[in-house]
């Protein structure tokens, strides 16, 4: 079955700075691969996903990258704000009537004022 | 105008009880999931369910068993609780059909076993 690994677990910035956590799979045969953002005591939402015929997406100050060759996506964050913070989850996933995602083991963002 | 809900939102109960947690969604999806999360933050799939069928069942004791009375509810039964069981469970939908992947989460519950 599919692994997913997720780094750094913990991640300290400044305000301003930019973030990135980085992810890699297993499966070869995964095509999607959102991001989720949890904030304390809510449940994870999608804040950006890409699929496997594409190599980047963009939306304002969050970027995720896709290197199919090596199994890695990346999630870049810019400008970074104190509402920033939170655990961020990638994840990865194949289409089958399931959809079953299996979750990286999340990273702990703080952004410093 | 929640779109994904569960309750209760706090759940402790002792050893050995039985209990439930109840999901439901409006947003029209066709599939529900239910996922732990462990106090590690770990997120993991425990069931998959596609117009009420069931479609995912990950290595989950049979203690656990989903129910899916309709397109729009699903709820988790757990039996003979057991401290290990202590978690936080979310339910999760997504419209398959139509290759739309995005999963919406629900608020989540947090099992305390005592």
């Known amino acids: 079955g599919e692994n997913v690994e997720q780094h750094p677990s913990t991640l300290s910035v400044q305000e301003g700075d930019s973030a990135v956590i980085k992810c890699t799979y297993s499966?070869?045969?995964?095509?999607?691969f959102p991001w989720y953002k949890q904030e304390l005591g809510k449940g994870p939402q999608l804040i950006i996903d890409i699929r496997s015929n594409v190599g980047e997406k963009k939306d304002q100050r969050i970027a995720v990258t896709l290197n199919k060759t090596a199994k890695h996506f990346s999630l870049h964050i810019t400008e970074t704000q104190p509402e920033d913070s939170a655990v961020y989850f990638c994840a990865a996933s194949y289409n089958n009537a399931g959809n079953m995602l299996t979750f990286g083991g999340g990273t702990r963002l703080m952004v410093k004022p | 105008d929640t779109a994904v809900s569960q309750t209760p939102k706090y759940l402790v109960t002792q050893m050995g009880n039985d209990k439930s947690i109840k999901c439901e969604q409006n947003l029209g999806h066709d599939t529900m999931y239910w996922y732990k999360q462990d106090s590690k933050k770990f997120l993991k799939i425990m069931f998959s369910?596609?117009?009420?069928?069931?479609?995912i069942n990950e290595t989950v004791p049979n203690r656990f068993s989903p129910k899916s009375p309709d397109k729009a509810h699903l709820n988790l039964h757990i039996n003979s609780l057991e401290l290990g069981d202590s978690a936080v469970y979310f339910c999760?939908?997504?419209?398959?059909?139509?290759?739309?992947?995005?999963?919406?989460f629900g608020p989540g519950t947090r099992l305390t076993v005592t």
């Open positions: 369910y596609n117009n009420k069928e069931l479609i």
């Open positions: 499966d070869s045969a995964s095509n999607y």
């Open positions: 999760a939908s997504s419209q398959v059909q139509g290759m739309s992947y995005e999963q919406y």
